[in-house]
């Protein structure tokens, strides 16, 4: 990893301009990556933008550089931009920028933590054992000899904050706790970054996870417990989707629970599902590959066409 990094460094310090990309829809792991990749490249004089297909989520707006975040992608027509920093994304069209990298000489530097990365870079900084994407980040920094300031600090915690649910899942590890300890020390605002991502529920949004969680089923053949969310329910409780975050995490709590699954309705007749488990002989990585999705081998997602119906009966017919 050092010996990559450092080639990474050197091709960043010669490249003109650059984009990072995290992926659509962004999590505070792809948010933190990109702003703390956006924050080195400041101190580098680097001229660089943060591009997403999709706004940040606003419950996100604490962290720094996150309001400098732009959603037109005419930014890729400027061949000024030579090079594209692409964050926690397992693959180009689950980043979104597909469609305006594809046959361009720009280089491609992919930097990720998911099992699934297809390894589409030029440079592929992947590693499957960190806990998120900012844990790389932050043993890019440290190879190269950057300082960590207050702010990239900030970031990198919020990434291995959320990632790890708060350092309760199974992607905490050693590693983690003593990067965020680090952190930590270099001025990482820890109470900002938990009371930002754990303590915001708001009434609506915890009236709705109740009727989420009204509706778990277990299927006692596959050991799938599961549950739905619809459109109508955004409706119904007046709150956006980013609300039911965290519910498919929450499901991991369950005991004696083989696989936990919510699958949520989208526009244009789509449903996006996560799968989370803590069994270790089960890989749903696996399950989300089988409908072009990807992730962890204990936490993986998906999107794909039907009804919340047809994709869970699809889900077991493949079980």
């Avoid at 409706?235 to 929450?250: C, K, L, M, Q, R």
């Avoid at 919340?308 to 017919?317: A, R």
Wanted: charged letters at 20%.
């Amino acid at each position: 990893m050092r010996l990559l990094s450092q080639k990474i460094h050197q091709h960043i310090k010669q490249a003109s301009r650059v984009i990072v990309a995290p992926h659509q829809n962004p999590d505070g792991d792809a948010i933190g990556a990109a702003t703390a990749f956006h924050e080195y490249l400041i101190g580098l004089n680097k001229d660089a933008v943060i591009f997403c297909v999709t706004p940040a989520n606003e419950k996100l707006h604490f962290v720094p550089h996150s309001d400098k975040i732009i959603t037109d992608p005419a930014i890729f027509n400027d061949l000024t931009f030579d090079t594209v920093v692409v964050v926690d994304s397992g693959d180009l069209r689950y980043n979104g920028i597909a469609p305006f990298v594809e046959n361009t000489n720009r280089t491609i530097i992919n930097i990720d933590h998911h099992a699934t990365n297809e390894h589409y870079g030029h440079f592929n900084l992947v590693l499957p054992t960190a806990a998120s994407t900012t844990e790389i980040l932050y043993h890019y920094f440290r190879h190269n000899g950057i300082r960590i300031n207050q702010k990239m600090a900030t970031s990198l915690l919020t990434g291995l904050t959320t990632d790890t649910g708060n350092f309760t899942n199974a992607a905490t590890s050693s590693a983690a706790l003593n990067a965020s300890g680090e952190l930590i020390r270099s001025g990482g605002n820890m109470n900002l970054v938990t009371s930002e991502t754990l303590k915001n529920k708001s009434i609506d949004a915890l009236r709705l996870w109740g009727a989420v969680l009204g509706r778990l089923e277990k299927d006692l053949r596959t050991g799938i417990t599961h549950t739905y969310l619809t459109l109508q329910d955004l409706e119904d409780y007046n709150v956006p989707d980013t609300e039911s975050e965290g519910i498919a995490n929450f499901l991991n709590n369950l005991e004696d629970n083989r696989i936990a699954l919510i699958l949520k309705e989208l526009p244009g007749g789509l449903v996006k599902g996560n799968f989370r488990t803590t069994k270790d002989d089960v890989d749903v990585s696996v399950l989300a590959k089988k409908f072009n999705g990807g992730g962890h081998k204990k936490a993986a997602g998906f999107t794909a066409d039907g009804t919340i119906e047809e994709v869970l009966k699809k889900i077991f017919s493949l079980l």
